[in-house]
Each structure stands twice: as C-alpha cells, then as structure tokens.
C-alpha cells in the first residue's frame, strides 16, 4: 500500500454525490479556509432547501471524517495513537522501520490530521453555520455542534493548542490555548443540549434528520445522551489538571435533566451507511498492515479474558506461536512485510467491511462514572459502576462474564516474541509490568482501584478507541503500556516516559508561522514528541499520582 494514499471518497447515493466533490476536500486548517465554504457543486440552495438538504447534505461527510476513510484513518489515528495506545502495531517496515511507530516521527503522516478535521469537519460546519442554521434549524446545529466537538477534541489531544475559535476569520489563524478550547467545548456542548431539548419537547418523536443521521438514525433523545456522554468525557480529561472545572462538568453532564448519558449498547455511537466501510477491516485485509499490540494480548491473556477470541484472530505463524494470541511490540523492527504478519491481529470474522466504528459506547461511561464516585465527585457505588462497565462490554461483544469479576488472581501476561529480526537490537520480549487484578478491592487505595478502571475502560474501547486510550494513558498512566522497543526520536522522547503529543505539521510553519509559533511557547517545552500537553499532569512519571 502506498502510505501517502488518501480515502477514497465518500460513498455516498443519488442526491447526497451533489456535494461529494465538496466533502472530500482537504486543505490545511489556515489555508484557503474561504474556500471550504463554497459549494462547488452548482445546486443553489433554493434547490436544496426541501426537507434540509441544503444543510443536511453536509452531515453525511463530516461523520465520516471524524474517523476517515481507510487512507486517512490510517494516517490520522492508526499509526500514532493506535500504536501509542498498545492497541494495535504495523507488521509493515514503513520507511525502513523510521517512523511514528518507534518515535521517528513523520511530518507527512501526521499532517493529515489537520487535513481532515479542518477540511472535512470545521470547513463543512462553517457553510453550515453560513447557511443561517443556528436560528433556522437549531437542532441541526446542535448535531453539527456535537460532531465538531467530537472531531477536534480528537486533534486537540494530539497536540495541545489548536486554531479553534477564530477558524475562517483571516488567511492566517491564531490558535487558541487547550485550556480555552475546552472551555470553549463546554459551551458548544450547552448549546447543542439545549436546542435538542427544546426540541424534543416541542416536537416528540420527530425525526428531521434521519436520512442524514449515520449514528443513531435521527434519534434525537440518542444524540442527547451522546452529548452529554462526551461532555462527561471531556470533564474527566481534565481531573488533575483542574479538577474542580472537571467535577462541575462531571455533575452537569450526569444530572438527569440534561436527558441522561449513555447506558446500554442501544446508546452507543457508532457510524454505519452510505456505504462507509471499516478502515480497520481495510486496512488489516486488503493491505494486510494491521496486528494487535503486544501490550493487548498480554493483558487478555494474563486476565483468560473471554472477550479475546472474539476480538483477536490466534497468531498463524511462525510456527512456535500459531494457535496463540500473540501481539507485536510498539517500535520492533520488524523486517520483510512477510515476517511478522502470522502475528495476531484484529478477528475479521467480527470486525467486517461494514462493520460500524464507534465512537463512544456504553461501557466507557460506566467507567467514566465509576471514576466519577472514585474521586468523591457523586454519590455512586464506583464498584456498582466499574462491574456494570465490565457486563456492558461483554455483552457488547458477545462474551459471557462468567466469574471474570470475582479474579482476585490474574495479571497482565509476559511477553514473548520468538523473533529478533535485528541481531543489533534486543530481543522484543518483556517481563508484565502490571499486577493489577480484575476483581473490585474496596481496601485498596484509589490508585490501585483507578489503574483497575483504566485497564477495563481501555480494554472496552478496543478497537476503535485508540485516540482515547493513549489520551487516558497520557492523563493517569494506565494502563501499564509495554516502551517501544526502538526509539528513533534523536533523544527527544524519553522511551521510558512514553511519547507525550505529536508535533505540529510543516504546512502550518509554511503557511500561519507567527500563530503557530507563539502557540509552541505556551507548551513549556519544544514542538516536539516529548513535551507533554496542558492536562498532561503525570507526563509519565513511573508512579502516576492521580489522588
């Protein structure tokens, strides 16, 4: 596969290919901004204006770019956090094993995140917002609102400061602190829950925007608790950093009011149709450049998880481990193509061409809760909650919980590769650096009991949620992720600290030089892998401090 290679495209029927050609457009985020928000497909808006197409069109695009099609998912998400997350390793000598996956950190890869989110998301948003939405439609806009804040959260926990509030004022852009641009989320997310109540009680059962809805079918009463879900999200980002702003947004997105969180797999957010297929079945079939992480199937071999099988094909070579759940470590370097890939990878007897990528599910949010009561935030049980947690994700895979919850033995799993491709380089095997167990322990401390919902939430979010785990990883230090094996970063990230954001790309030095300068001296250290983010508190210290 050519690494450079782009999506497709959108697949997208009939009437919606109008604003194909619109909607597949990439730019940078300061670059031409003006020109996203013109629709180049010659259908004036009168013409549009029946049943909300001429803002609906949009909808379908912008929730197929939070994740990409194959090229730019693997660009944008399954090359940097995926990796960084110990969810998933190429068995591809990319650039002769230089590259993201062991800290060589590629500016061409990595500009494309800005390519997608800014072009594909906020320039579709902004003609959206054109289009006098926030007045006539206000319920279309709060879904337009919570795409956005889904889409750049994505961005701006990749890299820290970003151009937000003042996007398409101006040929350049200056970029907002993180600190604001959450705030800023907070406040988008008022708007959206506010105008989907309003609307709901004003119109029960309606459903303007189904055909355009590729997540929960025009269920507003759905985009309601992922509104909140997300914002509850986003608060727990920020619990160490500022945890009092974190506990007040804990509270608002769990108070009943505002319409509820997620809470079954019937909730959760998950992208399907207009022919969008799964770019993690893409990738790991037709380009074959896709196996789970060593640090993965340490963990659910040492825990005899049951949701393993279903989520992992067995290694088929060499021949030593076939039949076994064998993962590759972050930063081998692997070789010919052919070497490692019998290692195991994502079982594509379950993840298929159609499968739907989710978002967010409700697993998270138990464990999002959970943590919640941990800290002293609510009145919850975090036992009742991490346990739920644990049945959500069984059952959203299909697996029977069994006496899993009740292991006060199992840990994480050693590692062993039977391969040493590099006679100058040590050997990938590793001794397990974690001795968490899955049973609840209400005399352990918070610490231990954090590290126990981390490991669980992290597991549940496989195999989408890569940009997440490496986001909790970064923020609490579970959980225990395996160090590269190589480190090509030069000395800028420490292998023991683990990579702590990507740096900015070459095209926004070219094109917004003095925004993005003035942008990297408020990280507190160079544009680079090793300097840690605005919440990034732990910055991976070996004895994360989270109480």
Known sequence: MNISAKSKGLKIPCAFALLAAWLVFASGCTKQFESMNTDPSGVTNKELLPDFNNIGLYFPGIQQHIFGEEGDYQLTQNLNADCYSGYYMSPDPFRGNINNQSYALVDGWNSDIYSMAYGQVMGPVSTIASKGTRSSAPDFWAIALVLQVQAMDRVTDLYGPIPYSKVGQGSTTAYDSQEDVYKLFFLQLDTAVSNLQAYIKANPGAKPFAKFDMIYGGDYTEWLKYANSLRLRLAMHLSNIDPALAEAQTLKALDPSAGGVMTTNSDNATISGYGYHNPIWWIGTSWTDLSVGASMTSYLNGYHDPRMPIMVAAAT????????????????????????????????????????????????????????????????????????????????????????????????????????????????????????????????????????????????????????????????GYPRLFPVVVNNSGGTISTALQIRRLQYPSSEYNSNKAAVTAAVSTLGGPDNGGTPIWWDTNKGQAVPVNF
């Open 317 to 476: 070579s060499p021949s030593s481990i076939a039949g076994q759940y064998v993962g590759i470590r972050a930063g081998t370097p692997v070789g010919g193509k052919p070497m490692y890939n019998g290692y195991s990878t994502p079982n594509f007897n379950t993840i298929q061409e159609f499968t739907n990528m989710i978002l967010m599910n409700a697993a998270e949010v138990w464990f999002l809760r959970a943590e919640a009561a941990l800290r002293g935030w609510t009145t919850e049980n975090p036992q009742t909650d991490y346990e739920t947690g644990v049945v959500a994700s069984m059952q959203q895979w299909g697996a029977t919980t069994g006496n899993y919850l009740s292991d006060n033995t199992s840990t994480q799993a050693n590692y062993t590769d039977p391969l040493t491709p590099d006679a100058s380089v040590p050997n990938a095997s590793i001794n397990a650096i974690s001795t968490v167990h899955i049973a609840w322990n209400p005399g352990a401390t918070k610490e231990r009991n954090l590290e126990r919902i981390i490991t669980q939430k992290w597991i549940a979010m496989f195999p989408c949620g890569g940009d997440e785990a490496w986001t909790e990883y970064r923020r609490t």
